[in-house]
């Protein structure tokens, strides 16, 4: 069971360029989430999904778009790079159903945009 | 939105010391959940406490939900215990897996 598997680790993106950031989960969990960390500060909400065809935005959802094809997979697009997109970008996962249940973190990927 | 507070922001022990973390939230929750981010940036997940108390060896976590605070305690401290704590909630309109963060505790823990 590996959990929420996020790749790559470190990326470097000039800005303009386009990448995707990938997510997978091996839990069978329905919710799936991205965050963006910048210095000193906690975690902010980018995009969430709630199952399979459903996405929808979080606190800061501008220069990023998402879908969900499967349950396991979530990944994150960046379509054309900028400077302030650089961050450290982590992905989680819950079960669906009822609410109040843990969320679980990937190991982050650590993206910088010159 | 929930707002959440962390206090203190900053903290400096000797090993061995005990120390008292908290959080502050502005709305009822159903998800409450405190994190070490390790000098490697890994979110360890310590536990999760919407109500009650809860403890993991030298850890500790109180949430009392009716006045909108958790404490996480940590008891003879040691060096690996150094890093950001965060605690994180999810408000019951939340409508999906809407985490709120603070902005964290800074802890380092010295010989």
């Known amino acids: 069971n590996a959990g929420v598997t996020q790749t790559p680790k470190f990326q470097v993106l000039k800005t303009g360029q386009s990448m995707t950031l990938q997510c997978a989960q091996d839990?069978?969990?329905?919710?799936m989430s991205w965050y963006r960390q910048d210095p000193g500060m906690g975690l902010r909400l980018i995009h969430y999904?709630?199952?399979?065809?459903?996405?929808d935005q979080g606190e800061v959802p501008n220069g990023y778009n998402v879908s969900r094809s499967t349950t396991e997979d979530f990944p994150l697009r960046l379509l054309s790079a900028a400077p302030s997109q650089t961050s450290v970008y982590f992905c989680?996962?819950?079960?669906?159903?009822?609410?109040?249940?843990?969320?679980?973190f990937g190991d982050g990927t650590r993206l910088s945009i010159l | 939105g929930i707002q959440v507070e962390q206090s203190p922001p900053d903290l400096i022990l000797q090993e061995g010391a005990n120390s008292t973390l908290r959080c502050n939230f502005s709305?009822?929750?159903?998800?409450l959940q405190w994190f070490h981010q390790n000098p490697w940036g890994q979110l360890i997940n310590l536990f999760y406490?919407?109500?009650g108390t809860k403890q993991n060896g030298r850890l500790s976590a109180t949430t009392v939900a009716t006045e909108r605070y958790s404490l996480l305690y940590i008891s003879s401290s040691q060096t690996t215990d150094s890093g950001v704590y965060f605690c994180?909630?999810?408000?019951?309109?939340?409508?999906?897996?809407?985490?709120?963060f603070g902005t964290g505790t800074q802890l380092k823990v010295e010989l």
């Open positions: 989680a996962s819950r079960p669906g159903g009822e609410s109040g249940q843990p969320q679980h």
């Open positions: 839990m069978n969990h329905e919710y």
């Open positions: 999904s709630v199952g399979a065809g459903i996405t």
């Open positions: 709305d009822s929750v159903n998800n």
């Open positions: 406490i919407p109500s």
């Open positions: 994180a909630v999810e408000g019951f309109t939340g409508g999906g897996n809407k985490l709120t």
